[in-house]
């Protein structure tokens, strides 16, 4: 079993400040991880993704989010947001097994909003 | 290539009829998923195939919904009939073997 927890539904920060948005997942397997952007009227844009490599990844738009296993986490960051960034952010889990593609679970997403 | 494409993008009907929904997945990805999403549930899983086999449709909401993948290249999902609560926004996605799925723009669904 699999599932996402995704803290804060909407966070708002003001532009050029540091963003910070939180996933924590369960998996009985080693994961693969996502993180997806959803513009508004659009569908979901992959941003990253982990998948056993380096605990770093870095993703389009200046995102980054690190895979810590010991917290069960995969938290997103920006060192600065731009009001480009405002838009609903979800973490999604996926089974590793050994190349096989699973089902992704999404989280319930958080918004962004970027105050100028 | 062109990514997942949907249609139709926006579609309303009434309650009882009958709707279906198209899409067309990107060339040479073996897995397709129909997803549904809305405000109170969020992003749902409905059904996916690998190599055009349903593999599991426990998100189905029930007997009205049914999907198909006749051939790589094109899958549905149909509502017979319709009702007010199908109202949603239906996401089709794609994807490789490696797990990152590639969505299409979706169909809003509303349902009178």
């Known amino acids: 079993a699999q599932s996402v927890t995704q803290l804060g539904s909407h966070v708002s920060v003001s532009e050029g400040a540091l963003v910070l948005l939180r996933c924590n997942y369960s998996?009985?397997?080693?994961?693969?991880l996502f993180w997806y952007v959803q513009y508004p009227n659009q569908g979901l844009q992959l941003l990253l993704k982990?998948?056993?490599?380096?605990?770093l990844v870095k993703g389009i738009n200046g995102f980054e989010a690190e895979f810590k296993k010991s917290e069960t986490s995969f938290h997103l960051t920006k060192p600065s947001a731009h009001m480009s960034d405002a838009a609903e952010y979800f973490c999604?889990?996926?089974?590793?097994?050994?190349?096989?593609?699973?089902?992704?679970?999404f989280g319930k997403g958080t918004l962004l909003t970027v105050n100028p | 290539d062109a990514g997942v494409i949907q249609s139709p993008r926006h579609e309303v009907t009434e309650m009882g009829q009958e709707v279906t929904l198209r899409c067309k997945p990107i060339?040479?990805?073996?897995?397709l998923f129909w997803y549904r999403q809305t405000m109170m549930r969020g992003l749902e899983l409905l059904i996916y195939?690998?190599?055009?086999?349903?593999?599991?449709d426990s998100g189905m909401p029930e007997d009205r919904f049914s999907a198909k993948m006749p051939n790589a290249s094109f899958s549905t999902l149909k509502i017979q009939p319709s009702e007010p609560r199908d109202s949603a926004v239906y996401f089709c996605?794609?994807?490789?073997?490696?797990?990152?799925?590639?969505f299409g723009p979706g169909t809003r669904l509303t349902v009178t």
């Open positions: 996605a794609s994807s490789p073997d490696r797990g990152e799925q590639y």
């Open positions: 998996s009985s397997v080693p994961p693969y």
């Open positions: 982990y998948t056993s490599a380096a605990t």
């Open positions: 999604a889990v996926s089974q590793n097994s050994g190349g096989s593609n699973y089902k992704l679970t």
């Open positions: 060339s040479g990805h073996d897995y």
């Open positions: 195939f690998n190599n055009n086999v349903p593999i599991d």
